[in-house]
């Protein structure tokens, strides 16, 4: 595997590092050994990168994501900007060579995914595609990075959605006892677990039963559905020493992360979406707003498009995480705005950032070292009419 020795990157679009947290709440520090790695893990581990952080229960005294009246054309930063390029290749480099995005909607008989969260996130792709080439929304900030292959250009394609009914294979890492409730809104919670290593493969199995390309020009979306916990390593999710989606023990990390599989697939993985937890983390817009935004009335899809902007970036600007860009700190193109909206439009509990080939999306902002070198902020909502 080029990349399993690398560190876990900070594309994983909810880690909860302290470093990343946006919203503030004043809990109590807990001991080290009982902290949840939402509130202490590094922003790359191994070969996973682009984790965004789940924000909650955390001491921190970040800011910058919290809804203000006069925002300015750009937001602050976190992290330790400007992004740097470590020298290797990109994805959507070159004109005439689009981005191939393939969502995979998992949803095995018992663990349902209604159509109508599969036609938000499938319209949000949709709309990404239908305005490749303009400059007003967060995919066109990416056009001032490069790499060894050649500079970036905004131009993306939504393949059609594969449905995947594969059975859940034996859960590789253990849902514990008191992680089976609590963990959603609804007070459901887990009955399965599964490490990256088997979301690697079950990604492989589906592309090569469609003789579906690994390459830098595709990268596949794996949407899990509800009730399934995801962790980086197999085992115990007892303890900080694994990483894991939101739960009541200290592997509590991230909502999402992308990296490049053993086979030199690109590949997301997306959880179901958690906001509104008895757990005290969440993966969507009530830290910064007081409430869940929904332009598209649908909270689990609406919360679920931030992160897969997120990661769908970085995976862009750092394919292999490892010599694509980020800053000294290791945080991609994402996370140093992560949780970061800037000025939206429209009604309470509808709020949208984002117009994009005319539908209203609400996703965070992106970093472009352009607006940074100019206004010290760096995180934008699109790269407006300028040139690429």
Request: aromatic share 8%; charged share 15%; net charge negative.
């Amino acid at each position: 595997m080029r990349n399993i020795h690398k560190r876990w990157g900070l594309g994983a679009s909810l880690i909860l590092a302290a470093g990343s947290l946006l919203a503030l709440t004043t809990a109590t520090t807990a001991s080290a050994a009982s902290s949840p790695n939402a509130c202490g893990l590094q922003s790359r581990h191994g070969h996973i990168a682009g984790i965004v952080p789940a924000i909650g229960k955390c001491t921190s005294t970040a800011s910058g994501a919290l809804f203000r009246a006069n925002i300015p054309a750009s937001d602050p930063a976190k992290g330790t900007p400007p992004l740097l390029f470590n020298g290797g290749s990109v994805m959507m480099a070159g004109a005439d060579i689009p981005l191939v995005v393939t969502p995979i909607f998992w949803n095995p008989a018992g663990h349902p995914m209604s159509e109508a969260y599969k036609a938000v996130l499938q319209k949000y792709l949709t709309a990404v595609s239908l305005a490749s080439g303009t400059f007003n929304n967060v995919f066109s900030v990416l056009n001032e990075y490069y790499g060894t292959n050649g500079q970036i250009h905004y131009k993306v394609s939504r393949d059609v959605p594969i449905n995947d009914t594969d059975p859940l294979p034996a859960s590789g890492c253990t849902v514990a006892s008191n992680d089976t409730t609590n963990i959603y809104a609804d007070h459901t919670g887990y009955d399965a677990c599964l490490d990256d290593a088997q979301l690697q493969a079950e990604i492989n199995n589906v592309t090569a039963a469609r003789f579906l390309p690994h390459d830098l020009t595709h990268i596949y979306v794996l949407y899990l559905p509800k009730a399934v916990e995801s962790c980086f390593n197999p085992g115990s999710t007892l303890t900080a020493a694994n990483a894991c989606t939101i739960n009541h023990q200290p592997s509590a990390a991230y909502c999402a992360y992308h990296s490049e599989a053993t086979s030199s697939a690109v590949y997301a993985n997306m959880p179901f979406p958690i906001y509104d937890s008895p757990v005290g983390f969440t993966c969507g817009t009530e830290k910064n707003f007081g409430t869940i935004e929904s332009p598209n009335a649908n909270p689990d899809a609406d919360v679920e498009v931030s992160p897969t902007s997120h990661e769908i970036s970085e995976a862009i600007t750092d394919p292999d995480t490892m010599t694509g860009w980020f800053d000294s700190s290791g945080n991609e193109i994402g996370d140093d705005c992560a949780y970061i909206f800037g000025p939206t439009q429209g009604n309470p509990g509808q709020l949208f950032n984002q117009t994009i080939a005319g539908f209203h999306f609400l996703t965070q902002e992106e970093f472009s070292n352009k607006d940074f070198a100019v206004t010290g902020g760096g995180c934008v909502q699109g790269a407006k009419d300028e040139a690429p």
